[in-house]
């Protein structure tokens, strides 16, 4: 049997692409990530536990959770609804909603939080309405979960497309050919076989609504100890040099991304295991 292309490659060529991937992730990912620790811990642990029990910073940790614990169930409905209406139904503008669906990810986050102040902003098209039923939504909590849901709503639905469609039909018909309902084969048949596809989804959209910057800061107004998620209140502590405070801060997002690199590498594995059972 012949080898494999990959392995006849020369041993220094191995070497040199593996140093240059090593030295990448050691540039870009290690060393930032060393530094945010290095930087919180720099003055002692009784200055980085002062930095994150800070009033104001407890208060962007209460909104950044307020705001993903709101946003994400409703991108769950969201995505979960958008992909099975695509892979199970055929109706016109099915291409028109997968292209919306993808539209977060070519939008710049600074634009669509714009695109919500022109909306909803005391100047924009429904500011003055708004004003006169005493109803704010720009630089207060539902603006920043408006925002945030916006740059988010992919992932669900993006995670379950493709793996729903490679699930086809045939389960959903068999169930419904036996008698079972709508709610029961969605809950019998179709959520068990998409419940990793499901995890991994919920999990991305998690940790990008955590860490959302461009889109909550248009929309946010900036006023600490009420509109500032953990993104921004590092910015404003960076910006007044305490650096202690802002990076000790910045160890929860960190450690946020950590957790979810780890989670995902398990629901990974977990995922291709579903796939070589399914046959597929």
Not at 49 to 62: F, L, S
Not at 84 to 98: D, G, H, N, Q, V
Not at 247 to 275: H, N, P, S
Request: glycine letters at 8%.
């Amino acid at each position: 049997m012949s080898r494999s292309v990959s392995t006849t490659e020369p041993r220094w060529m191995r070497w040199l692409l593996i140093g240059l991937a090593l030295g990448f992730l050691v540039l870009n990912l290690a060393l930032p990530l060393a530094a945010v620790f290095f930087e919180a811990f720099r003055k002692g642990w009784d200055a980085y536990v002062a930095g994150i029990v800070e009033p104001d910073a407890i208060a962007a940790m209460k909104l950044t959770l307020l705001v993903a614990s709101i946003a994400v169930p409703l991108n769950i409905v969201f995505g979960i609804s958008a992909a099975w209406a695509i892979t199970k139904f055929e109706f016109r503008y099915k291409s028109l909603l997968i292209t919306l669906i993808d539209l977060p990810f070519s939008v710049s986050p600074v634009v669509s939080g714009l695109v919500y102040v022109l909306v909803f902003g005391l100047q924009g098209w429904l500011g003055p309405w708004l004003q006169a039923h005493d109803w704010q939504i720009i630089f207060a909590v539902p603006g920043i979960v408006l925002a945030t849901m916006f740059v988010t709503f992919p992932f669900v639905a993006r995670e379950l497309i493709p793996l729903m469609q490679e699930q086809g039909r045939e389960d959903e018909e068999a169930a419904i050919s036996l008698g079972a309902g709508g709610w029961q084969t969605f809950t019998r048949v179709t959520l068990p076989n998409i419940r990793w596809g499901l995890l991994y989804g919920v999990l991305l959209c998690n940790a990008r609504a955590m860490g959302e910057f461009g889109a909550v800061s248009v929309v946010s107004g900036h006023i600490r100890g009420l509109t500032n998620t953990m993104p921004l209140h590092i910015e404003i502590l960076y910006n007044e040099y305490n650096f202690v405070a802002a990076f000790a801060v910045a160890t929860l997002l960190a450690g946020l991304a950590l957790v979810t690199l780890a989670i995902k590498t398990l629901l990974e594995w977990r995922y291709r295991d579903q796939l070589h059972v399914s046959g597929h």
